[in-house]
């Protein structure tokens, strides 16, 4: 079976799933890079050298044979492309083809009333509602956004982003994260609104004034990056502080694994958010707001991790509190929320639950997974939970 996926480029969220069905199937899978990464994103640390993968051709470089490439494999998926024009006719010829999208209708779905916005869903989405073509959401929401414009009908499946597994022994994890002195606490991302670095200096100070000891790691950087430093330097917290700036993805893990609570605060925003699954993999409690793609699907509340409302910020603080004054009872959600990428959420998993799955669409039969990636995608409306 020769599987080819197309997607604007290749990074390191995306590798540990190409790499596991490269594994699996050779040099009859291909990965078609449509675009080079943006200079914001190599600054951050994402960019890789694509001449070290085997299995990558570019768009842009060789698009005759990459056209070829996607109309003769035996299945495609398509991810974000920039190029329906290069989706549209493998998606009329009635070939097996999946999809992964995340949101359509982040800022909201009142944008549905749209005309010009419907008619463009129609052409991309909704002209296909008939056609054996199934999509993976890459987020909890995806699935209402596609059931609110009548696109895939019975056909919306749980899907994901899939980073670097790490493994450790029962003896590595326990010895992993100090067991005395402070609660290191992990915030990671850009330094960006809609990912509330903000709170993080709120939360600090009313950590402080309760007299708890504590440690942030702050790893990113970005536009709100001056003014959160300058805060913290105006509250006296310098001490309580460590800022990395941008830092590449296997830094950005060790400093996890050193951690005890990830804070993840960006809002609705936020398609996916693979932070969390690399904070989990890490043995951190998760602290997330509810609203961000993968926590519905990564974490169940008080189990593996902690979800917060409408990103209410009073809610996050009561939760990071009840941590601190909890944290012995509390603790057990960080080994339960690694064992959920081990045995779940990994790139290996989704591999194996995809190749099955299509082996059984090109049979013109849909089986999905009972739980996990390629299970039926729950409809939760925004802001149900």
Request: net charge negative; hydrophobic share 40%.
């Amino acid at each position: 079976m020769t599987f080819t996926f197309v997607s604007n480029y290749i990074n390191h969220h995306q590798i540990p799933f190409c790499e596991a069905l490269y594994q699996r199937l050779g040099k009859d899978f291909t990965f078609i890079q449509t675009m080079p990464m943006e200079q914001e994103r190599r600054e951050m640390g994402w960019s890789v050298d694509i001449n070290d993968i085997p299995y990558v051709m570019c768009l842009y470089e060789d698009e005759y044979e990459c056209l070829k490439k996607i109309m003769e494999s035996d299945v495609v998926l398509f991810g974000w492309t920039g190029r329906e024009d290069i989706v549209a006719p493998r998606l009329m010829s009635g070939k097996t083809t999946l999809r992964v999208s995340e949101r359509l209708y982040r800022e909201g779905q009142w944008k549905v009333v749209s005309p010009r916005g419907l008619l463009a869903k129609y052409r991309e989405h909704i002209r296909y509602r008939r056609q054996n073509i199934c999509m993976l959401c890459a987020g909890a929401y995806t699935a209402s956004d596609f059931r609110l414009i009548g696109a895939y009908p019975n056909k919306l499946f749980c899907w994901g982003y899939f980073t670097e597994l790490r493994t450790y022994s029962e003896e590595a994890f326990a010895a992993m994260k100090p067991a005395q002195g402070p609660l290191q606490i992990v915030w990671a991302g850009r330094f960006i609104p809609l990912k509330h670095p903000e709170y993080v200096v709120r939360l600090a100070k009313t950590l402080q004034k309760k007299g708890y000891a504590f440690r942030i790691h702050m790893l990113g950087s970005g536009e709100m990056e001056p003014e959160i430093r300058q805060e913290v330097e105006r509250e006296g917290l310098r001490d309580s502080f460590v800022f990395y700036g941008y830092t590449p993805p296997e830094k950005v893990r060790d400093v996890m694994e050193k951690c005890h609570i990830h804070l993840f605060t960006s809002n609705q925003l936020e398609g996916w958010g693979a932070v969390v699954n690399e904070g989990m993999n890490s043995g951190c409690v998760e602290v997330v707001d509810a609203r961000v793609g993968a926590a519905p699907f990564l974490i169940r509340h008080g189990e593996n991790g902690l979800l917060y409302e409408k990103g209410s910020y009073d809610r996050m603080e009561a939760l990071v509190l009840d941590l601190f004054e909890h944290w012995e009872e509390r603790r057990g959600m960080g080994y339960a929320a690694y064992e959920t990428i081990r045995d779940m959420w990994n790139a290996e998993h989704a591999a194996a639950a995809l190749l099955r799955f299509v082996e059984k669409l090109r049979q013109g039969k849909i089986e999905p997974e009972q739980e996990g990636p390629l299970s039926i995608a729950p409809v939760i409306r925004p802001g149900a939970l």
